[in-house]
T-cell receptor, first 117, second 115 residues
Framework: GAGVSQSPSNKVTEKGKDVELRCDPI?????LYWYRQSLGQGLEFLIY????????KSGLPSDRFSAERTGGSVSTLTIQRTQQEDSAVYLC???????????????FGPGTRLLVL | AQKVTQAQTEISVVEKEDVTLDCVYE???????LFWYKQPPSGELVFLIR??????QNEISGRYSWNFQKSTSSFNFTITASQVVDSAVYFC????????????FGQGTRLTINP
């Protein structure tokens, strides 16, 4: 079946502009994660959505970052007033995990490579 | 808090050699899971294996094998008879069952297999 998809694959923007990154999880997966991969920080967790529960935003680096998940499926990560340090690969993952349930493996999309000039 | 250390930043070997990628982890939780992911040049993280803290049996899958030792908090990955297609960045990761089950990654090991 189809894996996790992300769009765009690449995004170049100017400092100060807003960007939106999209993630389509694997069909039926209830949990959705955003991670960021940068040269200086490695792979780091950003935000987690589980069904209709309030998201875990503990990894978001600043209030310029926000994310939403509509209808329990597609998710959009928004970065406002982008800065050069936001340049990174943004990875989305999904899993079958449910609240209080067993741990499930996360499957990753190809990522969006963001470059802020 | 959890932490994963992959001390080997880069490894380069000649095809057909065996190679071991090291992973050391830290956690105070008694129930946790360990993972290995492969990131080829295309960029996508590919799941390889997951292990829970109660299962210390080593695992073999074709040319890949994993050695989990709780006594040394290590979860090492060995590729036998390496091939050029094994060239990638390999990440070890840890998570606990509570909360978001977010993955905590090591810094990754870039493996290059030369023909």
């Amino acid at each position: 079946g189809a894996g996790v998809s992300q769009s765009p694959s690449n995004k170049v923007t100017e400092k100060g502009k807003d960007v939106e990154l999209r993630c389509d999880p694997i069909s039926g997966h209830t949990a959705l994660y955003w991670y960021r991969q940068s040269l200086g920080q490695g792979l780091e967790f950003l935000i987690y959505f589980q069904g209709n529960s309030a998201p875990d935003k503990s990894g978001l680096p600043s209030d310029r970052f926000s994310a939403e998940r509509t209808g329990g499926s597609v998710s959009t990560l928004t970065i406002q007033r982008t800065q050069q340090e936001d340049s990174a690969v943004y990875l989305c993952a999904s899993s079958l995990a449910i609240a209080g349930g067993p741990l499930e493996t996360q499957y990753f999309g190809p990522g969006t490579r963001l470059l802020v000039l | 808090a959890q932490k994963v250390t992959q001390a080997q930043t880069e490894i380069s070997v000649v095809e057909k050699e065996d190679v071991t990628l090291d992973c050391v982890y830290e956690t105070r939780d008694t129930t946790y899971y360990l993972f290995w992911y492969k990131q080829p040049p295309s960029g996508e993280l590919v799941f390889l294996i997951r292990r829970n803290s109660f299962d210390e049996q080593n695992e073999i899958s074709g040319r890949y094998s994993w050695n989990f030792q709780k006594s040394t908090s290590s979860f090492n990955f060995t590729i036998t008879a390496s091939q050029v297609v094994d060239s990638a960045v390999y990440f070890c990761a840890l998570t606990v069952i509570q909360g978001a089950q977010k993955l905590v990654f090591g810094q990754g090991t870039r493996l290059t297999i030369n023909p």
